[in-house]
């Protein structure tokens, strides 16, 4: 009875990192709207080896359209620029000598059609997860079912895991949702 139980927990488990996941991986899409999240992937030398940006300069949004980076130590003012430049967030910064500005640009209507496929993609990997995690789960429970648990506790199990996908499919559908709202309003 506990093994089914643990089953079902550890599904729960994978099926909500794949929608935290998501959830990131969509943050870092830009939506024609200022926020520092898009920034997250990118890495800056420091001292030899790549850190992330926020780990040396601090990124503020003062309006709905502009990002500012204003670095720890001035000398990295230039090492800042030259990761946005080559990282894919597609936003030339603006470099003062103190602080870095990216000035957001609005999208175009085939911009748009782009970020929001690529968050139908992103929304699909994760319901592929969820949908990993559940079979892992069933084979588990029908596995378990041969080492002496009760066909009904198996049966009853595999509905909780069923519960529990159908949830989170749904969460994913939200987000995705969500998202795409975001995109596609101008």
């Given at each position: 009875m506990v093994d089914t139980k643990q089953n079902v927990k550890a599904a729960e488990e994978k099926m909500s990192s794949a929608?935290?996941?998501l959830d990131e991986q969509l943050a870092r899409i830009r939506a024609g709207k200022a926020?520092?999240?898009i920034l997250d992937g990118i890495k800056v030398p420091y001292y030899g080896s790549p850190v992330p940006l926020t780990n040396v300069a601090?990124?503020?949004?003062?309006?709905?359209?502009t990002i500012i980076i204003t670095p720890w130590e001035k000398n990295l003012i230039r090492d800042i620029e030259k990761a946005i430049m080559d990282?894919?967030?597609?936003?030339?910064?603006e470099n003062n000598g103190e602080i870095i500005r990216l000035g957001i640009p609005p999208?175009?209507?085939e911009r748009r059609r782009a970020l929001a496929k690529q968050s139908k993609q992103e929304a699909e990997n994760?319901?592929?997860s969820v949908r990993n995690a559940r079979r892992d789960a069933i084979e588990a429970i029908k596995?378990?079912?041969?080492?002496?648990?009760?066909?009904?506790?198996?049966?009853d199990a595999e509905a909780e895991v069923q519960k529990v996908h159908d949830k989170f499919i749904k969460k994913v559908d939200e987000l995705y949702a969500a998202k795409e709202k975001e995109i596609m309003t101008v």
């Open positions: 929608i935290e996941f926020n520092p999240k601090t990124v503020t949004t003062p309006d709905a359209k990282s894919d967030v597609g936003i030339t910064p999208l175009t209507e994760a319901k592929i596995k378990s079912v041969k080492e002496g648990v009760g066909e009904d506790l198996a049966k």
